[in-house]
């Protein structure tokens, strides 16, 4: 089952992407707050909605190990795309 997302346009380059509708705003500052206080380095995966373990900050497009997907952001690049 596909759940709708949001459409969300990049400043930097104005390319739009879309952002499964689990990967909210809330959930990033969550995992934003726990790699600033662990050693955890969360990520999302913008088309599965996966969280990711292991990816920088600033990670783009990287591979998913649920979908296979390369749609995976570091929470921090997600926060920046989302605000």
């Not at 346009?9 to 206080?37: F, K, P, Q, Y």
């Not at 373990?53 to 926060?79: K, N």
């Amino acid at each position: 089952m596909r759940i709708a997302g949001r459409r969300i346009t990049l400043e930097t380059t104005g390319t739009i992407v879309v952002v499964h509708a689990t990967v909210t705003l809330d959930r990033v500052v969550e995992a934003c707050e726990r790699r600033s206080t662990s050693l955890e380095d969360p990520g999302f995966c913008i088309d599965c909605g996966q969280e990711a373990s292991q990816v920088e900050p600033d990670a783009r497009e990287y591979r998913c190990e649920s979908c296979g997907m390369y749609r995976v952001y570091g929470a921090e690049e997600l926060l920046i795309m989302l605000a």
